[in-house]
């Protein structure tokens, strides 16, 4: 079974802070993907990684970054928090390097909350 | 902006009825469809691809393309109180076809 994990389930931080959001998929994926998710507005892609230190811009980059050092990790950062940042964020991946065909296996999500 | 458009409902079936689910893309180009149910304080999951037009068929769930008109549909037959879930659609997000664009999702209420 294709097994995703988020570092968090919950987390609280301050405005101006910086967050780091983290995942690991256990199963060779090349492509990773964080979205987040608010009521409303659906499932949104902020940045996806089609392999190791590579990253192409989703539909709301701004006010992110990623980093993927190894294969199996890939890192959403908040530079700085704001609150309207408060969000749920979920991280997928899927197996091969091009085609939408593949299916994206998601992780159980982060629900952050800037205060 | 490549978009995916869905009712976001709520869809009220009663038990062992037909839900049908719509969902419209603005891209022609596109090529493959997902349809991904989320139940609530879950993550999403993958119940049916497509990638021709026409009908695909896995257990209750239909799915259906027709490019030309640029819809996809999802019909899920005798609709069961464990079918309530929210449904996305998506599409591809991009050239490569390596990221998808998902609608905002319709609720699905299947009352007993």
């Known amino acids: 079974d294709v097994k995703v994990t988020q570092s968090s389930r919950y987390l609280v931080k301050r405005t101006g802070e910086k967050v780091f959001l983290e995942c690991v998929q256990d199963?060779?994926?090349?492509?990773m993907f964080w979205y987040r998710q608010d009521p409303g507005l659906g499932l949104r892609l902020i940045y996806f990684s089609y392999d190791v230190k590579m990253k192409e811009k989703g539909d709301i980059p701004e006010g992110y970054s990623v980093s993927r050092e190894k294969k199996e990790r890939f890192s959403l950062i908040l530079e700085s928090a704001s609150t309207n940042q408060t969000s749920m964020y979920l991280c997928?991946?899927?197996?091969f390097g091009t085609g939408a065909r593949d299916t994206q296996y998601f992780g159980p999500g982060t629900r952050l909350t800037v205060l | 902006q490549k978009e995916v458009e869905q009712n976001s409902g709520p869809l009220s079936v009663p038990e062992g009825a037909i839900a049908s689910l719509n969902c419209t893309y603005s891209d022609r180009g596109s090529q493959s469809f997902f349809w991904y149910r989320q139940y609530s304080g879950k993550s999403p999951e993958l119940i049916m691809s497509?990638?021709?037009?026409g009908d695909k068929e896995d257990g209750r769930f239909t799915a259906q393309l027709n490019k030309a008109s640029q819809y996809v549909s999802l019909l899920i037959r005798d609709s069961q109180p464990s079918d309530s879930a929210t449904y996305l659609c998506?599409?591809?997000?991009?050239?490569?076809?390596?990221?998808?664009?998902f609608g905002k999702g319709t609720t699905l209420s299947v009352s007993s």
């Open positions: 998506a599409g591809e997000g991009n050239q490569a076809g390596t990221a998808l664009i």
């Open positions: 199963m060779d994926h090349e492509n």
């Open positions: 997928a991946s899927s197996l």
């Open positions: 497509i990638y021709s037009n």
